[in-house]
């Protein structure tokens, strides 16, 4: 990762039970329209496995710029995700974003 770059990261749980055939689509869903996005790079599912931690799961991702992750937040896949499945399906969130300093 370089200086500029910034990683992207949200945990969340779903109103679905962890593990659910409608958790799981709404997982590859997820993937297929924000993996589909040409700036958005490593972009990974995760299911989270800690004891110090109670959400579910986790989506985290790349991009290279500040003008990047702009691009993504803006992007069509993104603002239709977030619309159309996130605001409906999910049940809580934690959005956190870094830049690396060394």
Do not use: C
Not at 6 to 29: C, N, T
Not at 37 to 60: L, M, T
């Amino acid at each position: 990762m370089n200086p500029a770059s910034i990683r992207h990261m949200v945990i969340f749980d779903l109103k679905y039970p962890a593990g659910s055939p409608e958790a799981e689509k709404f997982l590859q869903d997820g993937y297929d329209a924000l993996t589909a996005i040409p700036v958005v790079r490593h972009f990974e599912v995760h299911r989270q496995v800690s004891a110090k931690n109670d959400y579910d799961y986790g989506f985290s991702m790349e991009f290279d710029s500040q003008q990047d992750y702009d691009t993504y937040n803006a992007h069509e896949n993104h603002v239709a995700f977030v619309e159309e499945r996130w605001k409906t399906e999910v049940a809580r969130f934690l959005e956190i974003d870094f830049k690396q300093i060394k």
